[in-house]
């Protein structure tokens, strides 16, 4: 059993920073790829950032230069440090990862089940 818990959300002055934090618990063989999407209401869910096990990341043009996506492979732990925030950058935050559990054979993709993150003064 695979459990993401997202933590870091909040509410923040426009310009302000938040760090999210994402623990992957359960009986963990290896986790490939790691990254956080988020969702405005009335808006469809998008990719803001991803990093892979060789730690390449990429981001969506609208966070590049704000946002950093890291991760700590022996906290299975993936963070993203989001600088001089924007009113635009309100969603929910939600993180997924590409793991395999040291029951199964294969990789399968798992979620959290999101932060909210309000930027508003």
């Known amino acids: 059993q695979v459990q993401l818990v997202e933590s870091g959300g909040g509410l923040v002055q426009p310009g302000g920073s938040l760090r999210l934090s994402c623990a992957a618990s359960g009986s963990i063989f290896a986790i490939n790829v790691m990254g956080w999407y988020r969702q405005a209401p009335g808006k469809e869910r998008e990719l803001v950032a991803r990093?892979?096990?060789?730690?390449?990341?990429n981001y969506v043009d609208s966070v590049k230069g704000r946002f950093t996506i890291s991760r700590d492979n022996a906290k299975n732990t993936v963070y993203l440090q989001m600088n001089s925030l924007k009113p635009e950058d309100t969603a929910v935050y939600y993180c997924?990862?590409?793991?395999?559990?040291?029951?199964?054979?294969?990789?399968?993709?798992?979620w959290g089940q999101g932060t909210q993150v309000t930027v508003s003064s």
């Open positions: 997924n990862a590409v793991l395999r559990l040291r029951s199964n054979s294969d990789y399968k993709l798992y």
């Open positions: 990093i892979d096990n060789n730690r390449f990341t």
